[in-house]
C-alpha cells in the first residue's frame, strides 16, 4: 500500500480551510464595520516579524498617503514556517485578515483549494505583464494571488578578498564551472586562516534551484537526473576545500550572512533580499566595510552568459491574496490595495527600503542603486535588472509533496551519506510511490 506525502499546511487544514472559505458574515474579515466612523474604509493585512520586516508597514503607508480614505492595518504573525500554520488556523476560525501573504509559494494551491482565496483575475488582468511571477500564478485560468516581491538570486562577491588573491573580477561570463574554479584560486590565494573562496548555504535550493531554473526540467516529471552534474560539482568543491562543507555549515549552524558579511567568504549565491540587509549591517557595523558587488549567476554554459544574453536564475514570488470571507463592501479596495502593491507605485515604495519588487523598472533600479552602499557598476545593476527568474516552487497540486523528499535528497547528498545517483532514484521511486 503506498504512503501518500500530504502538503506543509496538511490535509485536515484543508479539510477546514474548504468549510470556512467561501463563508463570508462569520469571519472577522466579514464584519460589518467596514466603513469606519469618518466614513473610510478599513481593511486588514497579515504579515509577519514587522521590527525586521518593514515591507508591510511601508505598502500601508504609502497606499493609505495615496488613499487616505482607506486605513490598512496589520496583524502580525509569527515568522518562518509557524506563519503559514498560525494563519491557516485563523483562516479555518474565520479570522483570518482580509489580505493575507501568501509567503511560500509551494502552499499557493492549498490555499486555493481550500476555497480560502478570492479569485483576483481581474486585478492580475490589469498589473503590467513584465512583473515578476505574475504568470505562473494562474491556476485553471484563474488568479487567487499576485506578486509584489520578486528576489531573483544573485552571485555576491567581496572585491577585497578578489585583488587579494589575484583573481579578476566577475564579467558574466562564467559558467558553473568557471565559479568553481575562481572558489579554489581564491580560497588558494587569500592568506587568511579559515577564509575560503565560496560559501554554499545549507538550503536544497542553493543547488535545486538553479538546477531546476537552468535545466528546463519539470519538478513534477519525476525525473531527477538533471540534478546530478550541480551536485557534483558542489561535493567536489566541498571536498577540495574552496568552500566549507555541509557538515559544518548544518553543525554550527553558519548563517550566510556572517560568512560573507565578516569576509570569512570571497563569493556567496544568495537572493537579491541581501542587497538590502548586507547594505544595512555594514551600516551598522554588523558587517564588515569592503567594496562588493553583484553579478549574474553562474549559468550552466555559455549561451545564456554575457551581458548581451540574459542569464537565467531562480526565485519564487511573495504574493498577496485576497481572504475569500472578507466582507464585500471592502473588496473594491482590498483588490486596489492589491494593484497598487503590485504596481509601479508600490514597487517604487518597496526600492526605497532596499526590497526587491515584482516590477523591475528604471525607477526601481534607481532608486536601489541610488542607496547608499550599492555598489555601481555597471555588472552589478544588469545583474539586479536582467534576468530570467523561474520560480523554485513551481504552481502545482504536488509541489509540496516533492519538495519535501528533495530535501531529503538533499542532505543525504550533501552530508555524503549516499551517492548522487543513488539519492536521485531513491527520490524518483518515492516520488512515484507517494505522491499524487
Not at 560539482?233 to 556572517?258: F, H, I, K
Not at 553562474?298 to 531562480?314: H, I, K, L, R, Y
Not at 523528499?405 to 552530508?415: E, K, N, Q, R, T
Request: charged residues 20%.
Amino acid at each position: 500500500m503506498n504512503r501518500k506525502i500530504m502538503t506543509s499546511v496538511g490535509t485536515a487544514a484543508v479539510a477546514a480551510l474548504a468549510l470556512t472559505g467561501c463563508g463570508g458574515g462569520d469571519s472577522s474579515s466579514g464584519s460589518s464595520d467596514a466603513e469606519q466612523a469618518d466614513g473610510g474604509v478599513s481593511i486588514s493585512l497579515a504579515g509577519w516579524d514587522f521590527a525586521s520586516t518593514p515591507e508591510f508597514q511601508t505598502l500601508a503607508d504609502a497606499y493609505h498617503e495615496q488613499n487616505p480614505d482607506v486605513t490598512v492595518e496589520l496583524k502580525e504573525y509569527p515568522a518562518g514556517n509557524d506563519y503559514d500554520t498560525a494563519l491557516t488556523a485563523d483562516l479555518a476560525a474565520g479570522t483570518a485578515p482580509d489580505v493575507f501573504i501568501v509567503k511560500n509559494l509551494k502552499n499557493y494551491v492549498t490555499f486555493e483549494e481550500g476555497g480560502t482565496l478570492l479569485d483576483i483575475s481581474d486585478v492580475a488582468g490589469e498589473l503590467d505583464p513584465a512583473t515578476g511571477g505574475l504568470s505562473s500564478m494562474a491556476v485553471d485560468g484563474k488568479t487567487y494571488a499576485v506578486p509584489y516581491r520578486q528576489d531573483s538570486w544573485l552571485l555576491y562577491y567581496n572585491k577585497a578578498l578578489f585583488d587579494e588573491a589575484g583573481v579578476d573580477y566577475p564579467d558574466g561570463s562564467w559558467t558553473w564551472d568557471d565559479y568553481a574554479d575562481a572558489a579554489a584560486t581564491l580560497t588558494d590565494g587569500i592568506d587568511k586562516k579559515d577564509v575560503y573562496g565560496a560559501y554554499l548555504h545549507g538550503w536544497q535550493s542553493t543547488v535545486q534551484g538553479f538546477a531546476l531554473a537552468q535545466s528546463g526540467a519539470s519538478l513534477d516529471g519525476g525525473d531527477f537526473s538533471y540534478l546530478a552534474p550541480y551536485y557534483e560539482r558542489q561535493l567536489a568543491m566541498q571536498d577540495d576545500g574552496s568552500q566549507p562543507s555541509y557538515a559544518t555549515v548544518t553543525t554550527n549552524e553558519l548563517a550566510y550572512q556572517s560568512q560573507f558579511g565578516t569576509q570569512k567568504a570571497a563569493m556567496v549565491t544568495m537572493g537579491s533580499w541581501y542587497i538590502g540587509t548586507l547594505v544595512a549591517e555594514q551600516a551598522s557595523g554588523d558587517a564588515d566595510t569592503f567594496e562588493w558587488g553583484l553579478a549574474p549567476a553562474p549559468q550552466a554554459d555559455e549561451s545564456t552568459t554575457g551581458m548581451d544574453n540574459t542569464p537565467v536564475t531562480f526565485g519564487d514570488p511573495t504574493t498577496m491574496g485576497i481572504n475569500a470571507g472578507i466582507d464585500e463592501s471592502k473588496v473594491a479596495a482590498a483588490k486596489d490595495f492589491l494593484k497598487f502593491a503590485a504596481g509601479p507605485d508600490g514597487a517604487a515604495a518597496l526600492a526605497e527600503i532596499g526590497i526587491t519588487p515584482a516590477l523591475i523598472d528604471d525607477t526601481v533600479a534607481d532608486t536601489v542603486f541610488g542607496l547608499d552602499g550599492v555598489p555601481q557598476d555597471d555588472l552589478s545593476r544588469f545583474a539586479y535588472t536582467t534576468h530570467e527568474t523561474l520560480p523554485e516552487n513551481p504552481v502545482g497540486p504536488n509541489t509540496a509533496a516533492i519538495q519535501t523528499i528533495l530535501g531529503d535528497l538533499h542532505s543525504a547528498v550533501m552530508s555524503e551519506s549516499d551517492p548522487v545517483d543513488d539519492a536521485i532514484a531513491d527520490a524518483q521511486e518515492r516520488v512515484a510511490n507517494e505522491v499524487g
